[in-house]
């Protein structure tokens, strides 16, 4: 029942910005910790950002620290990811994820989507 949706999604040429968003339906509790995960071309899904649940404590994975910003609207299970300065090696498919724990997430997230794709042109 419970869904999490991407959008945003498309292709860019280097440089330039996309605005990831991820919409959550069916849960019946409360604040979820999110989260976004990437998967290139031939490699594993990796981490990206987390939020938790109040959006107060926010990890960035070092390759898009400075350049990739995470946030979520207040009281609400969406969140969203502001990808700027994109690089070529940004290219994949961006997963948002979430769970309860925010200790969790970056382990086994309760909820997935279904994935949107980024592509950055060189």
């Known amino acids: 029942q419970v869904h999490l949706v991407e959008s945003g999604g498309g292709l860019v040429t280097a440089g330039g910005s996309l605005r990831l968003s991820c919409a959550t339906s069916?849960?019946?509790?409360?604040?979820?910790?999110m989260g976004w995960f990437r998967q290139a071309p031939g490699k594993e899904r990796e981490f990206v950002a987390t939020?938790?649940?109040?959006?107060?404590?926010?990890d960035y994975a070092d390759s898009v620290k400075g350049r990739f910003t995470i946030s979520r609207d207040d009281g609400k299970n969406t969140a969203y990811l502001e990808m700027t300065s994109l690089k070529p090696e940004d290219t994949a498919v961006y997963y948002c994820?979430?769970?309860?724990?925010?200790?969790?997430?970056?382990?086994?997230?309760?909820?997935w989507g279904q994935g949107t794709q980024v592509t950055v042109s060189p």
């Open positions: 069916g849960y019946t509790g409360g604040r979820l910790a």
């Open positions: 939020i938790s649940g109040g959006g107060f404590t926010i």
């Open positions: 994820a979430a769970d309860p724990y925010t200790a969790l997430l970056t382990i086994k997230p309760e909820y």
